[in-house]
């Protein structure tokens, strides 16, 4: 089964993205920025994301593998009832296939202002069970995505999902230069989770890049500093792999410091 490996971007909006820089220009970044796999929103629930009908997805797929660079989906879980989240495992099930993903990312979050997730552990059970037996069945990977505080969102069933998922990707968004207070209160939390023997091969967690949108650094240094700070402390926490949210929002100096930075 393919596992997440070496350094990974998500992307919210591929057309977006495409728009003023053009296939080329996406590729080379992709390149040149030593990405393993980019990560692409597949849908939410058990409705199809626009990037999925973008006519230019399939020629880009078939050019990042070319190059050497993976193309994953990632997917927002809402599974409200059981039923629910057996169609919507069956929906990433069948994306995956269709789109010939490399592997797909569990979004499964949970907040008052913003329920997402709206299951309990049985939902979740069949929801990450069926994905992951399906997607490895077929070689593909699968990651979760995720609060980095767990026990900030004791609503959420983590036992449930990972039982089924390996790769736990969980989603460290400082907000400044430095990536050490909130990095540790991640690992902290996802030790008390994870089988010790087990927490440097499944703990893969996602930094933040994003300047002027979502969870925003306050600029292009500070993203930068940050994204140093980061990969420095996933390589000391002994991360096999990392990614960084997100593609979209990202400055244009962090393109050069992902060519000259060291996966």
């Not at 797909?104 to 069970?129: C, M, Q, S």
């Amino acid at each position: 089964m393919t596992a997440m490996q070496g350094r990974n971007i998500f992307l919210v909006d591929l057309a977006a993205i495409l728009r003023p820089i053009g296939p080329a220009v996406f590729l080379q970044r992709a390149v040149e920025g030593r990405f393993n796999a980019v990560w692409i929103r597949i849908g939410r629930g058990e409705g199809l994301d626009r990037n999925m009908r973008l006519d230019q997805l399939p020629a880009l797929r078939e050019s990042l593998a070319e190059a050497g660079v993976e193309l994953w989906g990632w997917h927002v879980a809402f599974c409200a009832s059981v039923e629910a989240a057996k169609r919507e495992a069956a929906f990433v099930l069948e994306l995956a296939e269709r789109h010939g993903l490399a592997g797909v990312a569990l979004d499964v979050e949970k907040t008052p202002e913003n329920p997402r997730f709206r299951g309990g552990a049985r939902e979740a059970g069949i929801y990450a069970g069926r994905i992951a037996e399906g997607l490895a069945a077929k070689g593909r990977g699968v990651a979760l995505s995720s609060h980095d505080q767990p026990a900030l969102h004791r609503d959420v069933p983590y036992d449930a999902l990972l039982a089924h998922v390996h790769d736990v990707s969980p989603q460290v968004y400082y907000r400044g230069a430095d990536a050490g207070t909130r990095f540790a209160k991640c690992l902290r939390d996802y030790r008390a989770l994870l089988p010790e023997a087990e927490f440097a091969a499944r703990f893969k967690p996602t930094g933040n890049i994003t300047v002027g949108h979502d969870v925003a650094l306050p600029s292009a240094e500070a993203c930068l500093a940050g994204a140093r700070s980061f990969m420095d402390l996933a390589g000391q926490a002994g991360a096999k792999a990392y990614g960084f949210w997100c593609w979209d929002s990202a400055p244009e100096e962090i393109w050069r410091f992902f060519k000259d930075a060291p996966v």
